[in-house]
């Protein structure tokens, strides 16, 4: 019989697999060590170059033994249990030291028992995530709940703290944060502002719940600021994120419905994984490893980003229909600190017919963008550029992840008016916030 630990697992799968999609999420992967299967992770999600990798486990406890009078031990088996967790990712950090090649199953492809060969140095960023469950009846009353759960393991192996914080969570409070996530980069975005302000300097914090700093993330951009420079914070009421989604739930419904929808981008991803359906070639893996490249970097865009992105490649895409075959194309440049700071976004329209064609037209974006990135300054902290192309006729696509060599700079053209044009573009969607867009303040 499967056990609750087995169950929640799954669980916790369908829940990624759900908000983020199943092309990204991996259950139970697993790496050869001295010729025995370990466990990659529970789940991972992999969206390159960040790789998020979560142990789940389930504690037979209830909150009752937490709240009684034995608490206190039954809290210190729950610590336990989240170190034990947290050794688990030795493994993976052990074969990412050695830059091994595993094999990931190909979940793009459905019901495929097919593997792909994935060499770990693709790899630049682990994120590590511990989410524990327990039997909590009590959990629907925020007064009620247990909130004596660390955000974060405090003792973990040498091999791991490299990573950064090890983030743990209860696993009920896990889903409610990513409902209100959409993107794999706007988790990503949150859990590095989650461990700045945890760990990013010595502060007081007084009456910690995971939920209340969510909702201090989510509502207001200055106040969370504000909170991060401050040397004590005390967390006042458990029930503030059920009140504000409450209070705010027309704009959350709207914000839904802005932000949650699949839009182009979607459908582009959906267009290169038919394409890898139907590539039978002997560079298949080649194939795989490009898609994951150009996929995870894609995943990586926040909520704004990717809806930005979209639209403006929609409305090329309108402009070629509506005046024939051209090459059209923009920037993706944020000012904020995504989880990509080091890339750049050039997508477009282009007329190709071959792949020969298609890399012609992606020399000319590339040499643009290079452009852009030297008069703008940007050349010393951007160290790679996706090109994306739909074609203008078929709407097939072509994608290429190019990392920036010194000397490709010698084919950047010199015209900064046009390049400073083309730079004020690519920027005057990120100041935005969601909630700026969902209450009709940009005309984003």
């Known amino acids: 019989m499967e056990g609750l630990g087995d169950i929640r697992e799954a669980e916790l799968y369908d829940a990624l697999c759900r908000r983020f999609g199943r092309n ?184 910690y719940t995971e939920l209340t700093l969510f909702a201090m993330y989510l509502e207001n951009d200055s106040s969370w600021q504000t909170l991060n420079e401050a040397d004590c914070v005390f967390f006042v009421g458990n029930d503030n994120f059920e009140r504000m989604t409450r209070k705010m739930r027309k704009s959350f419904a709207k914000r839904q419905k802005i932000f949650g929808q699949r839009n182009l981008l979607d459908a582009i991803d959906d267009t290169m994984v038919r394409s890898l359906i139907m590539d039978e070639t002997p560079s298949r893996n080649e194939s795989i490893l490009s898609y994951l490249m150009c996929q995870g970097r894609l995943l990586c865009c926040t909520a704004i980003s990717k809806r930005a992105m979209a639209l403006k490649l929609g409305s090329y895409l309108c402009c070629v229909k509506r005046g024939g075959d051209g090459f059209r194309g923009g920037f993706a440049i944020s000012d904020k600190p995504i989880p990509l700071m080091g890339t750049v976004f050039y997508y477009g329209v282009a007329p190709y017919d071959t792949k020969a064609s298609a890399l012609k037209y992606f020399a000319r974006a590339y040499a643009r963008t290079l452009a852009v990135l030297r008069d703008q300054g940007l050349d010393k902290i951007t160290k790679e550029v996706l090109v994306l192309f739909v074609q203008s006729r078929t709407h097939q696509v072509f994608c290429l992840v190019k990392k920036i060599e010194e000397k490709d700079y010698c084919q950047a053209p010199r015209n900064e008016i046009v390049s400073h044009a083309m730079y004020s573009l690519a920027k005057q969607n990120t100041k935005f916030s969601e909630w700026d867009i969902v209450r009709g303040e940009s005309c984003a």
Not at 50 to 60: A, L, P, T
């Open 24 to 207: 990204c999420v991996y259950h139970s992967p697993k790496i050869r060590v001295h010729r025995q299967q370990k466990e990659l992770g529970d789940v991972v999600v992999l969206a390159l170059p960040y790789m998020i990798v979560f142990q789940s486990k389930w504690k037979k406890m209830t909150s009752e033994d937490l709240h009684g009078d034995k608490g206190d031990l039954y809290k210190s088996r729950l610590i336990k249990t989240m170190q034990k967790a947290a050794c688990q990712f030795k493994e993976l950090a052990s074969s990412l030291r050695q830059n091994v090649i595993i094999e990931l199953p190909q979940v793009w492809f459905p019901e495929s028992d097919e593997t792909y060969q994935f060499p770990l140095e693709l790899v630049d960023h682990v994120v590590p995530v511990v989410v524990v469950d327990f039997e909590d009846k009590m959990y629907d009353d925020p007064d009620a709940r247990f909130e004596g759960v660390p955000p974060v393991v405090t003792e973990v192996p040498s091999q791991v703290k490299s990573w950064g914080a090890v983030h743990s969570f209860i696993l009920r409070d896990f889903y409610r944060i990513i409902n209100q996530l959409f993107t794999v980069g706007d988790l990503l975005y949150w859990l590095k502002e989650r461990e700045k302000f945890l760990c990013g300097g010595k502060r007081s914090i007084v009456g």
